[in-house]
């Protein structure tokens, strides 16, 4: 069985649609669906069960799924760029994924995580995977910080040679329009496009 948090969002349904198209769907799917259309991601998916968030990580801590999981693929998070809520990032973001891979390794299951360009900062440290650079990096916003924590976590806990952690820079495509001013660049302007012939962009400092 595979579990993918954030199995409702642009990535994490990308993924159950890969997987289904690999012809598995023995998949536990585990999000916080909330009162916004991500559900309507999961419409054209097959897959063994849901859960919320915080069901999925009490079930797993109660030996729930002991032998059951062979792998997790961890996309869920918050990740608003613009949220300002710190405590609120640190815990959804980074306290729940060190919970979650704490239990993957203890358990032997294979742990892949979401981490984000947004750890990069600026780019004055550069932008290698070399895990020496990690503690050199300084993200600009309280997501990229949380994304951080884990990260420095895992190299701090010598769990980087047994789990992925990925850094999506600008991700893209469908299923993220329930994503309203976080969606990207592309899925804004397409309209605009389409409708007026052009695009219009906005001048940063």
């Not at 669906?33 to 109660?62: H, Q």
């Not at 947004?118 to 050199?136: C, F, H, M, R, V």
């Not at 309280?142 to 806990?157: C, E, P, T, V």
Request: aromatic share 12%.
């Amino acid at each position: 069985m595979i579990a993918v948090t954030g199995g409702a969002g642009l990535i994490g349904s990308a993924i159950v649609w890969r997987l289904n198209q690999l012809g598995i769907d023995n998949i536990i799917i585990v999000d916080h669906l909330g009162t916004t259309d991500k559900w309507r991601n999961l419409v054209p998916l097959r897959y063994a069960d849901y859960f919320e968030r915080g069901e999925f990580l009490e079930k797993i801590n109660a030996g729930h799924f002991d032998g059951q999981i062979d792998a997790i693929f961890h996309m869920g998070a918050c990740s608003a760029t613009t949220e300002r809520n710190a405590t609120y990032l640190a815990e959804n973001n980074y306290r729940y994924t060190l919970n979650l891979a704490q239990w993957s390794i203890d358990h032997g299951v294979r742990f892949v995580y979401a981490s984000s360009a947004a750890t990069y900062g600026e780019g004055d440290s550069g932008y290698s995977d070399d895990p020496a650079k990690i503690l050199s990096l300084r993200p600009l916003n309280a997501y990229g910080y949380s994304k951080q924590l884990f990260d420095m976590a895992a190299l701090k806990r010598g769990w980087l040679d047994r789990i992925v952690g990925l850094k999506f820079f600008n991700v893209f495509g469908p299923n993220e329009g329930h994503k309203g001013d976080m969606r990207s660049v592309i899925n804004k302007v397409y309209p605009q496009a389409k409708s007026d012939g052009l695009i219009k962009l906005f001048m940063s400092h």
